[in-house]
């Protein structure tokens, strides 16, 4: 069983910064991909940023030059570093992990998501 677990999220104001966390644990054989992806209320669910497993990472263009996506291998989490927030970057961000478990296929697995409100 793999668990992806977040925190961080919370209200800030427009301008603001917050970095989440994920961490992910469990019987992991190997971790391919980590990623952010954001969903707002009435919207689809949309990839923010992503970074594999050997340090590439890709960005969502609504994003770009506001956001860091980085990890620690050793902890397996990935961070999402986001600065000069804007009321349009609400939404409940939901990490997703495609991990190679100890038995079984490559799947992907999600975390249970943390809102992030932008408001004054």
């Known amino acids: 069983q793999v668990q992806l677990v977040e925190s961080g999220g919370g209200l800030v104001q427009p301008g603001g910064s917050l970095r989440l966390s994920c961490a992910a644990s469990?019987?992991?054989?190997?971790?391919?991909?980590m990623g952010w992806y954001r969903q707002a209320p009435g919207k689809q669910r949309d990839l923010v940023a992503q970074?594999?497993?050997?340090?590439?990472?890709y960005y969502a263009d609504s994003v770009k030059g506001r956001v860091t996506i980085s990890k620690d291998n050793a902890r397996n989490t990935v961070y999402l570093r986001m600065d000069s927030l804007e009321p349009e970057d609400t939404a409940v961000y939901y990490c997703?992990?495609?991990?190679?478990?100890?038995?079984?296929?490559?799947?992907?697995?999600w975390g249970q998501g943390t809102q992030v409100t932008v408001s004054s």
């Open positions: 469990g019987m992991i054989f190997s971790i391919y991909t």
């Open positions: 970074i594999t497993s050997s340090g590439s990472t």
């Open positions: 997703n992990g495609r991990i190679k478990p100890l038995a079984g296929p490559v799947n992907d697995y």
